[in-house]
């Protein structure tokens, strides 16, 4: 029972985060909360969700990135990386191109011409029209 008490706890906590608490997302800062190891606390995600708490972790913060490109206001990669708490650009460059396929810089791109060239309507489908720079820069769409 207390087992389970720990990951649903974090698993909330994660969830229910914003993009500024990135720096409470961390297998280290978790275990220390809890009192317990990070080995043990990585066990129990792997025993009670088949899942790995750092790809967890790392996912949420992929979430998170995914909402602050896709915004109206023009944040830096760098400032994004930092909210996240990346230690680098290229740290946050290479999660999200592992998690997403495509780069924070193309995926922003991306959203920023489907702002601009919004989906029409096919047939009862709805298709991205082609747009020459999306297709030169992004091999598939994100959403």
Known sequence: MKEKYFTEKILEFAFNSKPGD?????AKYQAQKYGVSIP??????KKNHDMNLKDIL???KGMHGIHL???KVKLPIKEIAGILDF???HGFEKMFKRLYGVTPIDYRLWVTIIDKYPCIPKKGKRKIEKHPIAVSRLKTPMM
């Open 58 to 60: 790392i996912g949420i």
């Open 22 to 26: 990135c720096r409470f997302l961390t």
């Open 40 to 45: 043990y606390l990585s066990a129990l995600f």
């Open 69 to 71: 490109l896709s915004k």
């Open 87 to 89: 230690r680098s650009v």
